[in-house]
């Protein structure tokens, strides 16, 4: 599996863009990139994912450089409801399973 | 459209005991997954159905925990005998079948499992 590197904790204004950033530099050719967020103690809920182009849906934006090495999940106007853990994930490729593998994510915290 | 189910949301037994889970998943979903996350772990993935047939159970702990899915609709998950460590939260997660890696899960809100 192609592991991901996301950092711990961010803060953002509520109101502003929220930028979270994730390191896949692993990635293989047919392995996509999801983000998956939990608000507090509920399930992991979908936000988004992509294969090599840019994505954008209702909630957010998915940008993925050239090298497919990185990527950012960018929220446009960050409410406190947004405030959860965001998990970056590779989906794994192998035996016709596309298991999630969960890291310890990113603590997003929307400020007032 | 409903969403993934799960019953019951909480539930305390004592070590020892038998529990078992179920899962709802959306309607139409061929793919239908659980994971959990014990205190302080991350979410860790147990085993996955594709209709009724068990695509992959790498992720089972041990021959404690057995998954039924008999008629590819709801699942169970029974924990026998339960042990202090199964304590935490089960997930269920169902996606629709396209034979890709293109198809996001949806989850349900958990079980919290409690064994004293």
């Known amino acids: 599996d192609a592991k991901t590197t996301q950092p711990p904790s961010m803060d953002c204004a509520e109101g502003r863009a929220a930028n979270l950033p994730c390191n896949h530099s692993t990635i293989s050719g047919n392995e996509y990139v999801y983000w998956y967020r939990q608000i507090h103690s509920q399930g992991p809920q979908y936000i988004i994912h992509g294969l090599k182009n840019n994505e954008t849906n209702e909630m957010a934006s998915l940008i993925i450089t050239e090298d497919r090495k990185s990527s950012t999940l960018i929220l446009p106007h960050a409410t406190l409801r947004d405030t959860a853990v965001y998990y970056c994930?590779?989906?794994?490729?192998?035996?016709?399973?596309?298991?999630?593998?969960f890291g310890k994510g990113t603590k997003l915290s929307v400020i007032p | 459209e409903a969403g993934v189910t799960q019953f019951p949301s909480h539930s305390v037994i004592e070590k020892g005991q038998t529990v078992t889970l179920r899962c709802d998943p959306i309607?139409?979903?061929?793919?239908l997954y659980w994971y959990r996350r014990v205190m302080g772990k991350e979410i860790k993935f147990l085993l996955h159905?594709?209709?009724?047939?068990?695509?992959?159970e790498s992720g089972m702990p041990n021959n404690r925990f057995l998954a039924e899915r008999t008629g590819g609709t709801y699942s169970t998950l029974k924990v026998q005998p339960a042990e202090l460590e199964d304590s935490g939260v089960y997930f269920c997660?169902?996606?629709?079948?396209?034979?890709?890696?293109?198809?996001?899960?949806?989850f349900g809100p958990g079980t919290r499992l409690t064994v004293l």
């Open positions: 994930i590779v989906t794994h490729s192998g035996a016709g399973s596309y298991q999630l593998t």
């Open positions: 159905f594709v209709k009724e047939s068990k695509q992959d």
């Open positions: 997660a169902s996606s629709l079948e396209t034979g890709l890696a293109d198809n996001e899960q949806f």
């Open positions: 309607s139409g979903h061929d793919n």
